[in-house]
């Protein structure tokens, strides 16, 4: 005969169901700030008006890829993990459009004023090309890394019918991606877009501040 104890497996020791208790109570206090902020942004809205950008949804957490910065050096992707980014993708080669967004990425943080130190400014290079000599002085506040295209684009996805690089991206302080701009911005869509950007900002203040969050 069987015990009363083993019927149907082994019955979890008080200590165990404890620790588990204790684990899943410390995860909701760390989330339940963003959990918040994205109610509402997402939900609530207080301001009663719809956002720019194509919210994603499921957000796709951003994958641990090896990249180099311009020099070479060796850096992950994930270390851009714990702040606000604004990302765009191109050849190094840096054709009209992508000067273009390099210019509105520039100019969209920079409007944000105090809080543009929650949010970077990254360009994804996905080739070998160098950068051409002119932009390089106006790089000086961006984040600039080299990453292969074919492991990007299981990240990134553009608008069907268009390319990855015809966009501008959004990547919460989790690494989630979750927001992408219409392609092709001009200077009055782009100040749309910002609009999106300070009400992101701003739901998210209470748990978000200047400088890199604590990786998760």
Known sequence: ???????????????????RW????????????????Y??????????????????QPQRPMPDLAV???????????????????????????DAACQNHLYLQRQMRESLG?????LDWVWLVTDDQAPPASILPGLQQATVL?????????????????????HLYVVDPMGNWMMRFAPALDTAAAAKAKRDLERLLRASASWDTAGRLEKQ
């Open 22 to 37: 204790k684990l899943l109570l410390l995860l909701l206090v760390c989330v339940s700030p963003v959990v918040a902020s």
């Open 114 to 118: 105090k809080d543009k130190e929650r």
């Open 146 to 166: 080299r990453v292969d295209a074919a492991a990007l684009a299981q990240w990134l996805e553009p608008q069907g019918g268009h390319a990855l690089t015809e």
């Open 1 to 19: 005969m069987h015990r009363a104890g083993e019927r149907g497996g082994a019955a979890q020791p008080p200590k165990a169901r404890h620790a």
């Open 39 to 56: 109610f509402t942004y997402y939900v609530v809205r207080p301001e009663g008006r719809r956002n720019f950008g194509e919210l994603v």
């Open 68 to 94: 180099t910065a311009l020099d070479g050096r060796p850096e992950r992707l994930q270390a851009l993990r714990g702040q606000w980014l604004l990302v765009s993708v191109a050849s190094g080669a840096c």
